[in-house]
């Protein structure tokens, strides 16, 4: 390779990587959340988890639950009625804000809602993955701007470094000079989740440019079309809890379960579809009492559905999902040891020698700003919704004081990396005694029965492993004097 190439490399490689890096760690972190979305569904309602979910929902739970749902849409409230899973335990009596799922949780007993306030919930993450909590399309470009970047950063650091792929494979250097030892960690992360980021880019770059499409060209309907939405508001349900009761038997011999499934007006009918997580690819299957059998399709039968198969993860077991929740994790290490990176060399060179200052001070402040509100801040955010969710709202609106503690705190946390110089060292502080005081509020907040300890014991084990994390960091750079 020569000069002059390597050279263009490394300046496309850093100069599309730290601005990206911003967006794609955001969506790295949030997308591994993701992964987990019903569980911390769960985990932030706690009461939700007192009754193991039957295999099958009882005639009683089924009729309250459905005439919940049947009460919602006659009030011109269109929502739907999520079905029991090992997932999550409850009913969910939800609708969709345009951002979140909202509603309250049913019990699996008797359908009746539970004692337990709304919360931001899973899909909060979900959703900040998906389009950054913007509005459309500008939530869309940037996470498909950022995809694009992710690609292209991949493939000029996997070129930069051809040469030295194998030998680096497994080198990490912990008691090297700091520089050294952040570039081993990028290298070993990028070279260990190599397929899977290339993977996880592509496939976000197709599902999200297919999203742009339809909004900058949306299909024109006939004169007089009525929308699904308006006709379910015109048309109230007709349907009864004995044809719910029936139509439930029916999908189960059809599909072999029906929890994770959903219940939602069709026409002036409620149907019955099928769990997002039977087929690799999202078939969205749906049975109504005047058509109870399910029409065969292809197994893939568009190209969307099987980019959304390798990207959204819906069919994945509980293995799947820890392995995706890894490579979601260390793809958020790639990210943050290149911004470190990036900003160590941006360090060096512009206070020892102001000529060759690739930047001025104030925007060299902007990127240090950048880089701790990123891999810092929005940690500390996402603990924050976490306690704030288990604690007592002052105001009227729980999902309203939530969104406010989440983003205060996620704002606040750039403003003071401007403000002060060792921010990062104070913020992980800050993060270690969220992250290890988590699983004392979990215990001090829930009740000590539960159906899924299993749910609570890892969120708490997670905490603590990011939590002692956070204080190594912070006892190294006091070592160091940085």
């Known amino acids: 390779m020569s000069a002059q190439l390597r050279t263009t490399l490394r300046f496309l490689h850093r100069w599309i990587g730290f601005p990206a890096g911003v967006f794609l760690f955001i969506l790295c972190f949030t997308g591994a959340l993701a992964a987990f979305d019903q569980e911390i569904q769960s985990w932030m309602q706690p009461t939700s988890t007192l009754v193991k979910a039957p295999l099958f929902p009882s005639k009683k739970a089924l009729t309250q639950a459905v005439s919940s749902l049947k009460e919602e849409l006659q009030n011109g409230r269109f929502a739907f009625l999520k079905l029991p899973s090992p997932r999550d335990e409850s009913f969910r009596l939800w609708h969709y804000d345009g951002h979140i799922f909202l509603g309250p949780a049913l019990s699996p007993e008797t359908g009746t809602p539970l004692p337990s306030s709304e919360v931001l919930g899973g899909s909060f993450f979900a959703t900040l993955h998906c389009n950054l909590y913007l509005p459309q399309p500008w939530g869309i470009i940037l996470t498909l701007l950022a995809g694009l970047a992710l690609i292209a950063t991949t493939l000029t650091g996997l070129w930069l470094q051809?040469?030295?792929f194998l030998p680096d494979l497994l080198l990490f250097r912990p008691r090297a000079h700091p520089h050294r030892r952040w570039l081993d960690l990028h290298l070993l992360a990028g070279t260990l989740t190599l397929p899977a980021l290339l993977l996880a880019g592509i496939s976000g770059v197709v599902l999200q440019s297919q999203d742009l499409l339809r909004i900058i060209t949306p299909p024109h309907p006939p004169s007089g079309h009525i929308s699904r939405h308006q006709q379910n508001i015109f048309s109230p349900p007709a349907t009864s809890s004995l044809d719910v009761l029936a139509l439930s038997q029916k999908g189960q011999q059809q599909w072999g379960r029906i929890a994770g499934g959903f219940l939602m007006q069709r026409g002036n009918e409620i149907g019955l579809y099928a769990p997002d997580d039977l087929h690799f690819?999202?078939?969205?299957?749906?049975?109504?009492?005047?058509?109870?059998?399910?029409?065969?399709?292809?197994?893939?039968?568009?190209?969307?559905?099987?980019?959304?198969?390798?990207?959204?993860?819906?069919?994945?077991?509980?293995?799947?999902?820890?392995?995706?929740?890894?490579?979601?994790?260390?793809?958020?290490?790639?990210?943050?040891?290149?911004m470190v990176l990036f900003l160590r060399t941006e360090a060096y060179n512009h206070p020892h020698n102001a000529e060759k200052a690739p930047?001025?001070?104030?925007?060299?402040?902007?990127?240090?700003?950048?880089?701790?509100?990123?891999?810092i801040g929005l940690p500390i955010a996402s603990f924050a919704l976490l306690w704030s969710t288990r604690l007592a709202s002052p105001l009227s609106s729980s999902i309203m004081w939530e969104k406010i503690v989440f983003f205060s705190l996620w704002g606040l946390s750039g403003l003071h990396a401007i403000l002060m110089q060792r921010a990062h060292t104070q913020q992980a502080i800050l993060l270690t005694l969220l992250a290890l005081g988590l699983p004392l509020l979990d215990l001090a907040t829930r009740p000590w029965h539960t159906a899924r300890p299993f749910l609570f014991g890892s969120v708490d084990l997670i905490s603590v492993t990011l939590g002692l994390s956070a204080a190594c960091f912070v006892l190294r750079k006091k070592t160091e004097g940085a």
């Open 281 to 338: 690819c999202l078939k969205r299957q749906v049975i109504t009492p005047h058509y109870p059998l399910a029409p065969s399709q292809a197994a893939c039968s568009t190209v969307r559905s099987i980019f959304a198969g390798l990207h959204d993860f819906r069919w994945a077991d509980l293995t799947s999902r820890w392995l995706y929740f890894g490579v979601g994790i260390l793809g958020c290490l790639i990210i943050a040891s290149g």
């Open 359 to 375: 930047c001025s001070p104030n925007l060299f402040s902007l990127y240090y700003s950048l880089t701790v509100s990123t891999l």
């Open 162 to 164: 051809l040469r030295r």
